[in-house]
């Protein structure tokens, strides 16, 4: 009996050490989204209203290219993690089920909406941050394509234009990409 005593004691200890370090592993990753959640818009934002109509489009072009493809590797980042998230999430809230005779500390509850209609997430949230900051590269991106092509009327609107239909489009594609996967049944 002293044997299975002390199996039961050895397995919630494991358990626990899986519980804290799986619980500081979800608290990086969350650290990590907050610092790039509050860079990449502000960086992007900074950038976006620093560019001068005097500049050539070939500077508008490289700054905008440059800009979009060093968001986008962020956003790739990002996006893994955040599966890694999930899976540590899932994780801790099995072990707190376990652990914790009230279950998980974070139960369910009532969704928030945006404007009273839209669910709140951090789908959402993060489709709308990466969406905005990637569509401001695409307008410095159209805008000094059309300028370093010779067609400077309208060029900026245009660049405008397009930013906003792509960071919409990007935004929708983000939050989509993040749902979970359904389990096969």
Known sequence: M???????????ELLR?????????????TEIRFKLLALVPSLTGAVVALINPGRSGVEILAIGG???AATSGVLSYELRNGELRRRATARVIQIESILFPSGPLLAEGRTPKLFGLIPASHRLGVGLVYGAALGGWVYLVVWGALVAAGAHEHSQAIGVAVGAVAALAIAREI?????????AV
């Open 2 to 12: 002293g044997g299975e005593e002390a199996t039961v004691a050895d397995t919630d």
């Open 66 to 68: 440059l800009g979009l």
């Open 17 to 29: 050490l899986e519980y804290e370090s799986a619980s500081r592993l979800l608290g990086g990753f």
């Open 175 to 183: 939050t989509v990409a993040q749902q979970p996967e359904a389990t």
